[in-house]
Nanobody, 126 residues
Framework: QVHLVESGGGLVQAGGSLRLSCAASGLTLRVYAMGWFRQAPGKEREFVAAISWSSGTVTYYGDSVKGRFTISRDNAKNTVYLQMNSLKPEDTAVYFC??????????????????WGQGTQVTVSS
């Protein structure tokens, strides 16, 4: 059974940093593209970042996080990370990681992803 477990969320002041982790079990992370999405109250789920399978040579970012967030992966640890710097109050949301069994470029569309975690709350105070 596949499980994706996010951790690292919390409360941080604007301008601060957080590092989210997504630990995968029940699958071989190397053959999955991975993505991070977020959802704020009353809003639709939003693409944040994605990384290609295997060595993760291809990465994509949502326009609102470009230059501030970095996605990375450690296949030996079956874990994907999202480093978030220069956080803003508008980054407040529940953050989800997701896995997509594909060797193509990673998708920006949530419906392309096969497995999802339960999410971790990130709150940025002004």
């Amino acid at each position: 059974q596949v499980h994706l477990v996010e951790s690292g969320g919390g409360l941080v002041q604007a301008g601060g940093s957080l590092r989210l982790s997504c630990a995968a079990s029940g699958l071989t992370l190397r053959v999955y593209a991975m993505g991070w999405f977020r959802q704020a109250p009353g809003k639709e789920r939003e693409f944040v970042a994605a990384i290609s399978w295997s060595s993760g040579t291809v990465t994509y970012y949502g326009d609102s996080v470009k230059g501030r967030f970095t996605i990375s992966r450690d296949n030996a640890k079956n874990t994907v990370y999202l480093q978030m710097n220069s956080l803003k109050p508008e980054d407040t949301a529940v953050y989800f990681c997701a896995a997509d069994r594909t060797v193509a470029v990673p998708s920006l569309r949530s419906y392309d992803y096969d497995y999802w975690g339960q999410g971790t709350q990130v709150t940025v105070s002004s």
